[in-house]
């Protein structure tokens, strides 16, 4: 059984709201951009991308994008056994420095994910802000790390499955019981 | 994802599966060497040492880079000031170098199957750095990969080797790999470098160049070792330059957009004639670079020590 945390419907609501407010904290259109972390995180970081384009009233080409990609940062390479994650693309084609950055994830749960992350995104060089925005928080962190945009919070030690039409045909937050 | 073995020793045991695997992993790492900081903390704490009993500049500085950029730590064993000389075994070797907890030994040997006995006596990721005439499997992936990046496909790829068949490990590397991955393999050179029953693998054997490169999408050529030239397998470095020199002229008689390969070090107007060498169908140098990926590639798919920790 599982249970449904965000249907379509609130699903959209949730991505509305997080565009609008992270528009309102960053008019200064020129310095953001928007980075999605693989793999769900890409897509709604797309989705993120042209909602803010539209509120701003310019082309969706002018606010820069990319996609990052965590396994190389993992802390947790070791347990692994001899089957490695899968590396996916980590794509930032413009220089990030004095650039305020919207880092954008599905879910926020240990928190070592966007850990690995800030790691990765230091790599290619200083931005002038790093902000978070998770699609759901689901609790239970273990390093001291918060979004700054939140769409739902769900407090669960159960797995929180996002499906989203890119992939999966439909939008849908659902959790296992 | 996964190679499922904790050493790499040939790529006569991979199959296409295998193959396609570090293929696919490759460009992650590639891209890492566009950015400001070069380097993943992915092998951090983790030991790689290469041991090689042969000269080598290239592949020794490749391993080395690549380990580095993942931020293991690199110990290089210098053989003629080592134990070696004073009569060690290379199992006692190997024992001592993993009682120093050495995760990855990286091993070039004169002695085809010196990397597998390393292998089933130690429990460190042994990767073969080129063992006797047997093979160079990270040469043969980072050739692989080259192609597969200019190319796209394998399937009906005609890529032809040539010159010292015989005694080369790159040669039997790439063979193994290209003949599984649905390639038309084809090798040139004397007789009396090409190894008697070739055919078996699969490959077509040409004596004459000229007949051969009409045909190549890809032109491998392998070094002429001159210190091998005291056994006299060709009469005269004058005659092979004459027959089997990768010339301009016989180049453009190849497929439109032939690729000019060479596992380096390069004999300059021996085996490839200079402007060759340095001619845009020439991607020599960006071997050298898809070397360094390729070996990081490998690296994280081996899997040392891990193998005891539990999954999740």
């Not at chain 2, 005659?239 to 190849?254: D, F, G, M, N």
Request: aromatic share 6%; with cysteine.
């Amino acid at each position: 059984m599982s249970k449904i945390i965000l249907d379509a419907k609130a699903f959209q609501n949730v991505v509305d709201t997080i565009s609008k407010e992270i528009f309102e904290d960053n008019r200064d259109i020129s310095e953001l951009t928007i980075v999605g972390i693989q793999n769900k995180g890409v897509f709604l970081a797309k989705r993120i991308l042209t909602i803010v384009a539209k509120l701003a009233g310019i082309d969706r080409e002018q606010i820069s994008f990319g996609t990052l990609d965590i396994t190389l940062h993992r802390d947790d390479l070791d347990n692994f056994g001899s089957n490695m994650p899968v590396i996916k693309d980590t794509v930032i084609p413009f220089d990030i420095s004095r650039k305020n950055i919207i880092l954008i994830d599905d879910v926020l749960y240990t928190g070592r994910t966007v850990r690995s992350a800030l790691d990765v995104l230091m790599d290619f060089g200083r931005p002038k802000s790093i902000q978070l925005a998770i699609l759901v928080d689901r609790g239970f962190r273990e390093l001291p790390i918060e979004a700054k945009y939140v769409g739902v919070k769900y407090q669960s030690e159960e797995f929180i499955k996002v499906e989203c039409e890119e992939t999966d045909g439909m939008d849908k937050v659902t959790v296992a019981k | 994802m996964s190679l499922n073995r904790k050493d790499l020793l040939g790529l006569e045991h991979f199959d296409r599966k295998d193959l396609q695997t570090v293929l696919d992993s490759v460009k992650p790492f590639k891209s890492l060497f566009t950015r400001s900081v070069k380097k993943a903390p992915t092998l951090i704490g983790k030991t790689v040492v290469t041991l090689f009993y042969e000269p080598s500049t290239r592949t020794k500085t490749s391993f080395e880079i690549a380990a580095k950029r993942l931020s293991a730590d690199v110990v290089n064993v210098v053989i003629n000031t080592s134990s070696v000389v004073k009569g060690e075994s290379l199992i006692d070797t190997g024992k001592t170098l993993e009682a120093m907890k050495a995760d990855y030994i990286i091993i070039r040997h004169s002695l085809a199957g010196a990397p597998d006995i390393l292998a089933r006596n130690l429990s460190a990721s042994i990767i073969n750095a080129g063992d006797g005439f047997h093979e160079h499997p990270t040469q043969g992936l980072l050739d692989l990969y080259t192609m597969y990046e200019k190319k796209k496909k394998f399937e009906g790829l005609k890529v032809l080797l040539v010159g010292d068949i015989l005694h080369s490990r790159v040669a039997k590397s790439n063979i193994w790999a290209l003949t599984k991955m649905g390639a038309e393999v084809a090798v040139a050179g004397p007789p009396t470098l090409i190894p008697i029953g070739i055919e078996n693998l699969g490959v077509k054997v040409y004596y004459n160049l000229d007949e051969a490169v009409k045909k190549a999408d890809v032109v491998n050529i392998l070094r002429i070792q001159l210190e091998r030239q005291k056994e006299n397998l060709f009469p005269s470095v004058h005659e092979y330059v004459e027959l089997y020199q990768l010339t301009k002229e016989r180049l453009a008689t190849a497929r439109p957009g032939v690729l000019v390969m060479h596992p380096g070090p390069m004999n300059r107007g021996i085996e490839i004639s200079s402007d060759v060498a340095d001619s845009s169908n020439a991607v020599i140098n960006e071997q050298v670079t898809n070397g360094i990926a390729v070996r990081m590639a490998v690296l994280y798919l081996l899997s040392p020590k891990r193998k005891n920790a539990s999954a999740g």
